[in-house]
């Protein structure tokens, strides 16, 4: 037997076939391992800003004019009011209002399989905002907790999806305002 086909596992031979078997010069079954991928192009479209704007490290969200109620992430449209909301600039801090540790990664694209495991999924609750905010949040497991105060920071790394462009990363003690 060679070995010319690298994605090879196996092949399976039934050590012995029924009497009258119509397949039996089909029963032996080579399995090999094939990776799927695709690229496409998608539009990011009345959201765009936000994510332009991380570049920039400026944090968006929308805001209502009808409710007041303000989006982050972003909503073209207000769901409750479906009035077209306005774009306003939010100072990036926040609060963890719930977190998850992953360890093990889905690996869906260049960015998550950058990440080491475990990692931190938070959703956030941005100061001056309604609606929380589910990102990655760079702390150890052990230092995540309902009730920590994180900021937006910004990578200086290229990134593959702008949406990497930002992460949370928790408010130092020096960091903190005085009350
Ligand atoms: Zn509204």
Redesign the pocket.
């Known amino acids: 037997m060679t070995e010319k086909v690298r994605s090879k596992i196996d092949i399976r031979v039934p050590e012995s076939a029924p009497a009258g078997d119509a397949w039996a010069q089909f029963r032996g079954v080579e399995r090999i391992a094939m990776e799927l991928t695709q690229s496409y192009k998608y539009s990011l479209g009345k959201y765009s800003r936000f994510f332009m704007e991380l570049e920039n490290g400026r944090f968006l969200a929308t805001r209502?004019?009808?409710?007041?109620?303000v989006y982050a992430p972003p909503r073209p449209l207000?769901?409750?009011?479906?009035?077209v909301?306005d774009w306003v600039e939010l100072s990036g801090e926040g609060v963890v209002k719930t977190y998850s540790v992953l360890r093990f990664s889905p690996g869906s694209n260049d960015d998550v399989r950058a990440l080491e495991t475990p990692y931190v999924l938070a959703y956030v609750l941005l100061d001056g905002a309604d609606t929380l905010f589910p990102h990655l949040l760079k702390a150890a497991p052990d230092q995540a907790h309902s009730g920590l105060r994180v900021r937006v920071a910004y990578s200086d790394e290229p990134v593959h999806h702008p949406i990497h462009l930002m992460y949370f990363v928790p408010v130092a003690d020096s960091e903190r305002q005085q009350p």
């Open positions: 209502c004019h009808g409710c007041g109620k207000c769901p409750n009011c479906l009035a909301t």
